[in-house]
């Protein structure tokens, strides 16, 4: 194999293997090995393949400032977290952040992260980043409706990625699971034990998720047949606070529900205290199903039934397709969407003959 007649140089701190070794090797100008360690879309894939597994091989590793001012990257991927979210310190963070700097790492790229305690010092902390030259796109975690930070980086015309989706495509590329899939699934399951009257807790309305997995409530109802008594759906459920207060309103209709389907799991969880105050048995007299697949979920008596979601995944596919889009792929193929996975636990049962509806 070729390869195999390449004469190593011999490397110590006086003899750096450079580009030049690696184009000499190949048999190609420095500025196409160039271009194929960068990813240019001019150079073939079966030439850059060639060329990272030769700069491997010869253990070449380019330097960064070098790059930098060649191609005006700094290949660093944005993350500005904001601790005034409501579970902004949960463990799934930390699952979202190792697959993130995974999937940055993969490609050689480095992870820049930035926190802000406020909404108000949001905007600022990304000016602050895109002043400072630290990153050369954002993942931007939580899409909102109306979304300020998507409005910034437009106008800014810096590259971006959404952990989920927006009614205006217009410069989006996004990773998102599919939630209003799983809402639908959720009524499906529950019709299929015989449940009748649903209710439904949904999430923050601020967050662009709320509206999809309403919508993907509705359809569900519709599919299966079953009305929507308003009466039995609550709205900015996302603590375990919320969940039980939400919870405590629809079962006190003067015809409740025997079964709730709640778009987060804290609500879900919440739904339990107030089925506890009035003496109902989760999974026998209430049935409740959640999404995120939190791991609180488990170890709750009975165990939840959800919708769980992969962050480690979600976070290393999400550093993928914004390197894709910093290299200058079509944001149409930059848009993936995948669902969640239905984890069956005891939270949910046939309906009670002994709860009548009326």
């Known amino acids: 194999m070729e390869a195999s007649l390449v004469r190593l140089p011999e490397r110590n701190t006086r003899n750096r293997v450079t580009i030049s070794h690696v184009a000499d090797a190949l048999g190609l100008t420095k500025s196409t090995v160039s271009r194929a360690m960068n990813g240019y879309s001019d150079i073939s894939e079966a030439t850059q393949l060639r060329v990272k597994r030769m700069a491997e091989k010869m253990g070449y590793h380019p330097l960064s400032h070098a790059q930098a001012i060649k191609t005006g990257r700094t290949r660093s991927l944005g993350l500005v977290l904001q601790f005034a979210d409501h579970d902004a310190q949960r463990p799934f963070l930390a699952e979202f952040l190792a697959g993130v700097s995974a999937g940055a790492s993969t490609e050689g790229w480095t992870l820049t992260v930035a926190a802000t305690d406020s909404h108000s010092g949001l905007i600022e902390t990304f000016r602050a980043i895109l002043r400072d030259g630290k990153a050369d796109g954002f993942i931007l975690p939580r899409a909102l409706c109306n979304d300020p930070r998507v409005h910034l980086l437009r106008k800014a015309d810096v590259p971006f990625v959404?952990?989920?989706?927006?009614?205006?495509?217009?410069?989006?590329?996004?990773?998102?699971?599919?939630?209003?899939?799983?809402?639908?699934?959720?009524?499906?399951?529950?019709?299929?034990?015989?449940?009748?009257?649903?209710?439904?807790?949904?999430?923050?309305?601020?967050?662009?998720?709320?509206?999809?997995?309403?919508?993907?409530?509705?359809?569900?109802?519709?599919?299966?047949?079953?009305?929507?008594?308003?009466?039995?759906?609550?709205?900015?459920?996302?603590?375990?606070?919320?969940?039980?207060?939400?919870?405590?309103?629809?079962?006190?209709?003067?015809?409740?529900?025997?079964?709730?389907?709640?778009?987060?799991?804290?609500?879900?969880?919440?739904a339990y205290r107030a089925a506890a105050e009035r003496g109902l048995s989760v999974g026998r007299d209430l049935s409740i199903i959640g999404y995120d697949g939190i791991p609180e979920g488990a170890f709750a008596q009975p165990p939840l039934t959800t919708f769980a979601v992969d962050n480690r995944a979600a976070g290393h596919a999400l550093a993928t397709l914004l390197i894709r889009r910093v290299k200058g792929e079509p944001l149409e193929t930059l848009r993936k969407t995948v669902p969640a996975t239905f984890v069956k636990r005891d939270s949910t049962g046939p309906k009670s003959p002994e709860r009548s509806t009326k």
Do not use: S
């Not at 519709?222 to 009305?227: P, Q």
């Not at 709730?260 to 799991?265: F, G, P």
């Open 162 to 270: 959404l952990f989920g989706r927006q009614d205006n495509a217009e410069g989006c590329a996004w990773f998102d699971v599919l939630g209003e899939e799983a809402m639908q699934d959720a009524v499906r399951h529950l019709a299929g034990l015989g449940h009748r009257r649903i209710g439904f807790i949904n999430g923050g309305q601020q967050y662009a998720y709320a509206a999809l997995r309403a919508d993907g409530f509705a359809e569900g109802m519709r599919l299966c047949g079953l009305d929507i008594d308003e009466g039995l759906i609550a709205q900015n459920a996302v603590t375990l606070e919320d969940g039980a207060r939400a919870a405590a309103k629809i079962l006190d209709h003067a015809n409740p529900p025997t079964a709730i389907v709640c778009a987060v799991d804290f609500a879900a969880l919440g």
